[in-house]
């Protein structure tokens, strides 16, 4: 039995029409020969409204409970979309994560995929053409329900596709594959014909979020050749995401990525002796809070400042966490904002290339754009700017790194 693993976004499926529209993208896939494994996002802005509502009722929502609700954003389009596949004569069945076997750990809010029994998927698989998965969703060994974290129905697409020995991903979204840069905020980007798993995963996560970084990670460990497509421009070849081999691609800029609000926190006054790094960000390691770009300032009589970034999401919590910090720790003081955003240009070869930086410093100080944190790995620089330079920052960059010519 031939598998096909699909996913369409929340803007693919965001009201009645386009889930007619998806159904008919999977009818013409599905066939004698073809079993067609359908991942679905909930409604376009259905996730936000339901935490908007959660917010309502508390100032710190349950993650249990909040995980139960924003479940249900997924569950709605996939119901909605079997029952048009039905109605349209192909076979299919709706699953929830549960009933798919997609066990997690128990971290709500940004659950692991742990293991998938696809028990249930290959007996449903017998006698229909299509079964369509709630995606962003597992459960956890309590049996509770959780989810993956903003974005996550792309980790559970390409973790079905592993599981189920599919041969590729395909990945449906609003734009016709991975950019240059964000489409959106940049009149000249491209799209990029393939890029390698390195290289998405840190566009993914340095802000590029068309595609789950979790998700890159899955494919990458696994091989799983992943392809992203436009749902409303099915002629448009879109993105190929896989292992490179194409040694004229090293040593270029091959993209953008951007975020255009993060939290910055910085402590004074810290006592600068061996362990104090540890006492900050273990805290926030046990509070599951991600934290990004870092930098310790040299000392002046034995005192220091400590800067890093968190996703804006998190920064409550980072805030609360840091602040017992600062009492524990005996620094001076704690302040936060979240007026900051990031832009990182990536591409393989390119730290250990001088020029790369210089130029990017370069362009950003020509447009007047103040560069606050820098940060580099192999293949990505970073620098964190005021949240109202991005924009600027990110076409200047485009134009200076010439992403426009192939
Ligand atoms: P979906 O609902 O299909 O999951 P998302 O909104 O999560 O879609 O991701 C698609 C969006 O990602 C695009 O509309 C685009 O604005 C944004 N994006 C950011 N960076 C890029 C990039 N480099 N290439 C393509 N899209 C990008
Ligand atoms: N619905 C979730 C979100 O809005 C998951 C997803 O779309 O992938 O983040
Ligand atoms: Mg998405």
Do not use: W
Request: hydrophobic share 40%; aromatic share 4%.
């Amino acid at each position: 039995m031939k598998i096909e693993v699909i996913k369409f976004g929340g803007s693919s499926v965001a009201d009645a029409n386009k889930i007619k529209h998806v159904a008919n993208i999977i009818k013409e896939k599905a066939n004698n020969n073809v079993k067609v494994v359908v991942v679905v996002s909930a409604m376009g802005g259905s996730t936000d409204k339901l935490i908007a509502l959660a917010n309502e009722v508390s100032q710190e929502p349950n993650p249990r409970e909040l995980d139960v609700l924003l479940s249900t954003g997924e569950i709605v389009t996939s119901t909605l979309l079997s029952m048009q596949l039905n109605t349209i004569s192909i076979q299919s069945i709706s699953l929830t994560g549960i009933q798919a076997g997609i066990r997690t750990d128990d971290a709500y809010g940004r659950a692991r995929i742990s293991e998938i029994n696809t028990g249930r998927i290959i007996k449903e698989l017998k006698n229909k053409d299509v079964v369509v998965i709630a995606g962003f969703q597992g459960f956890s060994d309590e049996q509770d329900v959780t989810t993956l974290g903003r974005g996550g129905s792309d980790t559970t697409a390409v973790a079905l596709a592993v599981a189920l020995k599919a041969d590729t991903c395909e990945i449906y979204t609003d734009v016709s594959g991975v950019y240059t840069a964000d489409p959106r905020l940049c009149n000249k980007a491209r799209p990029l014909t393939q890029i390698g798993y390195e290289e998405m995963l840190e566009m993914a996560t340095t802000g590029a979020k068309v595609i789950h970084s979790r998700a890159v990670e899955v494919a990458a460990i696994n091989h799983m050749p992943l392809i992203v497509k436009n749902t409303f421009e099915l002629l448009q070849k879109g993105t190929i995401i896989q292992s490179e081999s194409n040694m004229e691609n090293i040593n270029k800029v091959r993209g953008i990525a951007h975020q255009n609000q993060v939290g910055k926190i910085t402590i004074k006054g810290v006592p600068d002796k061996p362990g104090i790094a540890s006492s900050v960000f273990q805290p926030l390691a046990e509070a599951n809070i991600p934290v990004d770009t870092i930098v310790q300032n040299s000392s002046t009589e034995n005192l220091t400042d400590l800067t890093f970034t968190v996703a804006n999401e998190d920064l409550k919590k980072a805030i609360k966490v840091s602040e017992k910090t600062v009492k524990t720790i005996g620094a001076a003081d704690l302040n936060s904002t979240n007026e900051v955003g990031s832009v990182s240009i990536i591409g393989t070869g390119m730290t250990s290339s001088p020029g790369y930086a210089a130029r990017m410093f370069q362009t950003l100080f020509t447009k007047k754009v103040n560069i606050e944190i820098i940060s580099t790995s192999e293949i990505r620089i970073t620098c964190v700017v005021h949240k109202d330079s991005v924009k600027t920052a990110i076409n200047a960059l485009h134009d200076a790194f010439e992403l426009d010519v192939e």
